[in-house]
């Protein structure tokens, strides 16, 4: 057996895998889309408590919180508690609960030490609450329409304890706007995906409901306490079954989130995200580095054979690599311009090959950075 042919059968095992994710994983979104009701005026609709948790946010809570403060929901609260030791929304949250009494507001000290501002926040918003569903999101984030929480809601039957929701960013012109929206929809169609394959492990806080119940049978977070992050993805991580999780992405449902300002916020997001991933219990953390890798290795087999099989006229060879490209391709294409309609996501088109390629890069980037940092850095301050 020569060389050529380890490497077409090399080839042929790498795109069977990739077919195997594609068709088995990241198809899950807007099958279950199309599988799921786009309303359901009899769900049951419990009282719960919004919770968000700012910093720095004074203009994001000016321009969003109203949106979220008129959901069409027949009762629920939002409380506010904002990082003192950053900006003071004060002001701006005693004016808009004048006009929404259901609006609530306290303040993190910044005299608080040793802990996450974040966790504690999300702790002091939890014993505040005084319902038993927790819907959260982020100052920077807005719903997409007023039934957003019915929506969510409408997941909340007697065995749930998680429902994870969908959010990307706003869709705005320019490269880096096309990086983050690329990033963000793959993500979410690993974790939304292998939560519908019954193996949910992670969930983001922009759209994310869980039983206060739950958080009180954790713990809370005590098994992450001393890492700066983790209030989602650890959390659910722990706590997540495929008996207790449902997920929703209905248009409706589905949470914007502001660009970022500054790009380097971004990429130290991504980088807290790299260090807490490391902590992940179960198999899923490898299952999605196989795929990177199986992903890259097809582009360097199938490169490897082009350039062989037009430098030594095997253009059989060629020809069977060029076909398995395309073939992919229009997998990966169909795919993910199905699920981008679902949700209301970015399409990328011709452009998704070069994506493809990118986003394992920026990650391996992201790590080493990670690596290079002291450990103390992704620690509680």
Known sequence: MDFLTIALIALGILFLTQAIYYAGLYSKIYRHCNASPTANSSAETPPL???????????????????????DYPQFEVIVIYDRSAEDCDDVLKLLEDKYPHLYHTFIPNTARYISHKKLGITMGIKA??????????????PQSNQWLKQMARN???????????????????????????????????????????????????????????????KGFTSHLNLQRGEDDLFINETATGRNTRIETSPESLMCISNPEKKQAWREEKIGYMATSHFFHGAA????????????LFYAVTVFILVFGILHQQWVASGVALLLWI?????????????????????????????????????FRFKLQRSLRRREEFMRK
């Open 49 to 71: 408590s919004v919770i968000i948790v700012a910093k720095d946010s004074t203009e994001h809570l000016k321009k969003h919180l109203p949106s979220i403060l008129e959901q």
């Open 129 to 142: 609450s005084r319902y038993d569903w927790l819907v959260f999101t982020e100052a920077d984030c807005y």
């Open 156 to 218: 909340f039957t007697p065995n749930t304890e998680i429902v994870l929701g969908y959010s990307n960013y706003e869709k705005t012109t320019g490269w880096f706007n096309r990086l983050i929206t690329f990033d963000t929809l793959l993500n979410a169609m690993r974790y939304l995906g292998m939560a519908l394959c019954g193996h949910p492990y992670m969930g983001t806080g922009r759209n994310l409901a869980y039983r206060k119940s739950l958080y009180y049978k954790q």
């Open 285 to 296: 953390r490898y299952l999605m580095g196989l795929e990177t890798c199986t992903r890259l």
């Open 327 to 363: 073939l992919r391709f229009v997998m990966q294409f169909m795919i993910f311009r199905q699920t981008s309609r679902e949700l209301n996501a970015r399409k990328f088109g011709a452009l998704l090959p070069l994506f493809d390629l990118l986003q394992p890069v920026w990650n």
